[in-house]
């Protein structure tokens, strides 16, 4: 078997002839060690390709780049402006000149077409008062959604059997929230003082989401990939069980009709969350984190995950 057999054997539970050795694709430096580990049989997972296109009719985006310059590290500040008919609401991102992020900094052009990935910190979310409800509704509304499957197969065949692509389909509503457009403070602020808003935003983002599924479900590939960065430490049992089960059940049912697999990245603490995880529908636990910097043994969840899958 070669690597990438290897791989889609894992993922529908057949035979292989060893166990394969992954990492993601962004974070062996390239090189003569890189090339060695893949000649030694390292496959490299491809995690972040776009399966579908994105594009907002009715929204403007536009993008500032200017540059702090420091004694010891400057920094480079993105400004992304997003105006609507509703009003206008932007996103800051920053990251040191003369530093290498972490590859996990990501943004991503939520609202535009996705051609390539930065490396940053967020540290301006569009959501600043109750005003910018009404212009996120406007935003995710009008998202419009087209396929990148011709792009995929052209990849597919770009990395051969030296690699594994995970379709990915982003964040789920809540973690949406939390991460990119509130913030964690003003996420859970606003969970408890504007319940009504904050769930109308919340079921705009779920259905934003469903279309987005029902047409990725319909691509070549063979494996989706959820980035959810979830821990328990942000995401108590009883918000996990209202927001997230029913979410990512109708998802993977969604998925799971076509043949495809369902894998989302818990990376975090999960010991007071896997009960509940146990009743998602989920198939692959992507980069799990056994202690001693996640709370959840490997002999612990395999227990509790019978029918689960852990990518690590």
């Known amino acids: 078997m070669n690597k990438k057999e290897r791989i889609a054997a894992v993922i529908h539970h057949k035979k292989i002839d060893k166990i394969p050795w992954t990492m993601y694709a962004s974070y062996p ?7 060695r580990f893949r000649n030694e049989e390292l496959t490299l997972i491809y995690q972040h390709f776009p399966i579908c296109k994105v594009t907002m009719p009715e929204v403007k ?17 993105i ?35 996705i051609d390539q990935e930065m490396l940053s910190w967020v540290t301006g979310f569009p959501f600043q008062s109750e005003s910018d409800y009404e212009i996120l509704e406007f935003i995710y509304k009008n998202m419009q ?9 052209k990849t597919e065949k770009l990395i051969g059997s030296d690699g594994f692509i995970m379709a990915n389909l982003g964040q789920s509503p809540f973690q949406t929230l939390l991460y990119q457009l509130m913030g ?43 980035a959810e960065n979830l821990t328990s430490m942000l995401t108590p049992p009883d918000l996990f069980q209202e927001f997230y089960i029913p979410f990512y059940n109708e998802m993977a ?9 369902y894998a989302v990245h818990m990376d975090g603490n999960l010991q007071n969350l896997v009960h509940l995880i146990k009743e998602t529908k989920i198939d ?17 969840a395999m227990k ?9």
Not at 145 to 153: G, K, Q, R, T, V
Not at 304 to 312: E, I, P, S, T
């Open 253 to 261: 049912e969604i998925l799971h009709k076509k043949g495809k697999v």
């Open 29 to 35: 430096p390239w090189g003569e060690t890189e090339r």
């Open 61 to 77: 985006v536009t993008e500032e780049s200017h540059y702090l310059l420091g004694s010891d590290n400057g920094r480079n500040v």
């Open 145 to 153: 959604f087209s396929p990148n499957f011709e792009e995929f197969i």
């Open 79 to 113: 400004i992304r402006k997003f105006s609507t008919p509703r009003g206008e609401v932007s996103t800051k991102h920053e990251l040191f000149i003369n530093s290498l992020p972490t590859p996990g900094d990501l943004i991503q052009k939520f609202g535009s077409e």
């Open 304 to 312: 509790m995950w019978k029918d689960k899958d852990n990518l690590d």
């Open 284 to 300: 692959i636990i992507e980069a799990f984190t056994p202690p001693p910097m996640g709370d959840l043994s490997v002999t612990d």
């Open 184 to 226: 964690i403070e003003r996420c859970y602020l606003e969970y408890d003082s504007n319940p009504k808003k904050f769930r109308r935003l919340y079921e705009v983002l779920y259905e934003n989401l469903r279309r987005k599924y029902r047409l990725a479900a319909e691509a070549p590939a063979q494996l989706f990939w959820s």
